[in-house]
Nanobody
């Protein structure tokens, strides 16, 4: 029943900005962490940014200083503000969540969104 719904991907020129959103819906008791991964054509999926329940953040070196992850716990939503976008940021961006449902109270499970396309033109 849990699903992650992403939005915000678009085509943008180099130097522009985008804001991605991801809302977790369903029978959720608590969320341990949420974040964003991305996968470019011909490359492996990589971590972009993550944020824990304690608000600790982690960023890939390639996006530090340009991207910012934030959350709204009341809405079970995570955001990724992307500034100074570069063509190499072009990828499908996937939302990720590690959470505990009301059905399985002692185990956290991982969930993934369907992905949203970000394309940065030069």
């Amino acid at each position: 029943q849990v699903q992650l719904v992403e939005s915000g991907g678009d085509l943008v020129q180099a130097g522009g900005s985008l804001r991605l959103s991801c809302a977790a819906t369903g029978s959720i008791r608590s969320i341990n962490a949420m974040g964003w991964y991305r996968q470019a054509p011909g490359k492996q999926r990589e971590l972009v940014a993550s944020i824990t329940s304690g608000a600790s953040t982690n960023y890939a070196d390639s996006v530090k200083g340009r991207f910012a992850i934030s959350r709204d716990n009341a809405k079970n939503t995570v955001y990724l503000q992307m500034n100074s976008l570069k063509p190499e940021d072009t990828a499908v961006y996937y939302c990720y969540a590690r959470l505990i449902t009301t059905q399985y109270l002692t185990f956290a499970r991982d969930y993934w969104g369907q992905g949203t396309q970000v394309t940065v033109s030069s």
